[in-house]
T-cell receptor, first 111, second 114 residues
Framework: RKEVEQDPGPFNVPEGATVAFNCTYSNSASQSFFWYRQDCRKEPKLLMSVYSSGNEDGRFTAQLNRASQYISLLIRDSKLSDSATYLCAVNMDNQGGKLIFGQGTELSVKP | GAGVSQSPRYKVAKRGQDVALRCDPISGHVSLFWYQQALGQGPEFLTYFQNEAQLDKSGLPSDRFFAERPEGSVSTLKIQRTQQEDSAVYLC????????????FGPGTRLLVL
């Protein structure tokens, strides 16, 4: 089993839809959690850190469920410009800055 | 300000050749990371430096892979005797001390081994 797993998609949704991505991690010692966005043939860019209490940034909401070992990303009112691959990343506190990434979930928002 | 830069952006190598990939981190960033990203996959950790010290090289796939950061700034990832399975995008990331998980990625070097 991979340490971090995501549904690869693609998720094809119309503009304005709400879409949710889940990411599961295998190591209960994981301490820090992130969502990155990666556009085609570009580098990953940090979208959000994920905190235990959940956090929101505009149309984006991230949640952490430690008991079930998953994190989620909710995108509301999706825009064409949200089309990208969304990567979750996990760090274990005793491994310095090493991030373990999922394989990414592709999102395509259609007009 | 300037972000992380990497060179070359594209590299085609014949199997068996040695390649060297360069990363210039954001000025003042203490931590530097190398990741390998295969097509359709997420980045996979290769190695991590704090200043000039290589603190973790657990992700380097074989002894053909070698990374250095001799002056604590620019880093070079060297791959000896390249194989076809080395074809991937090699991403470099840097971060500030104390914010090691907030990593800023460079555009990557696309390596194709024929």
């Amino acid at each position: 089993r991979k340490e971090v797993e995501q549904d690869p998609g693609p998720f094809n949704v119309p503009e304005g839809a709400t879409v949710a991505f889940n990411c599961t991690y295998s190591n209960s010692a994981s301490q820090s959690f992130f969502w990155y966005r990666q556009d085609c043939r570009k580098e990953p860019k940090l979208l959000m850190s994920v905190y235990s209490s959940g956090n929101e940034d505009g149309r984006f909401t991230a949640q952490l469920n430690r008991a079930s070992q998953y994190i989620s990303l909710l995108i509301r009112d999706s825009k064409l410009s949200d089309s990208a691959t969304y990567l979750c990343a996990v760090n274990m506190d005793n491994q310095g800055g090493k991030l373990i990434f999922g394989q990414g979930t592709e999102l395509s928002v259609k007009p | 300000g300037a972000g992380v830069s990497q060179s070359p952006r594209y590299k085609v190598a014949k199997r068996g050749q040695d390649v060297a990939l360069r990363c210039d981190p954001i000025s003042g960033h203490v931590s530097l990371f190398w990741y390998q990203q295969a097509l359709g996959q997420g980045p996979e950790f290769l190695t991590y430096f704090q200043n000039e010290a290589q603190l973790d090289k657990s992700g380097l796939p074989s002894d053909r892979f070698f990374a250095e950061r001799p002056e604590g700034s620019v880093s070079t990832l060297k791959i000896q005797r390249t194989q076809q399975e080395d074809s991937a995008v090699y991403l470099c990331a840097s971060s500030l001390a104390g914010k090691v998980w907030t990593q800023y990625f460079g555009p990557g070097t696309r390596l194709l081994v024929l």
